[in-house]
């Protein structure tokens, strides 16, 4: 099995900043893409960044500029670097995983997610 710990979360106040990881293990023959999704009450959960194996990354619009989304190979661990947080951002953030496991079989995992809020 694979499992995903995401640590950082918590609350701040508008402006500030808060860095999430993500910590994959288990049976992991690599991962192509990792990413961080979000949701908050009432919505759906929406793509905040995502970083491929070579480095190439994608942010939500919402967030360009603001956030950053890293990544070490070697730890199989993925960060997100929030800075200038609003209110808005306020919101449950979950770490995914594309996971080729030591059998072969490709899956996606998730994490449990950690609370992130932004108070005005």
Known sequence: QVQLVESGGGLVQAGGSLRLSCAASGSIFSISAMGWYRQAPGKQRELVAIIRTGG???YADSVKG???ISRDNAKNTVY???NSLKPEDTAVYYCNAAVVRDSGAFAYFWGQGIQ???SS
């Open 56 to 58: 190439n990354t994608n």
């Open 80 to 82: 997100l670097q929030m």
């Open 116 to 118: 992130v809020t932004v």
């Open 66 to 68: 603001r956030f950053t």
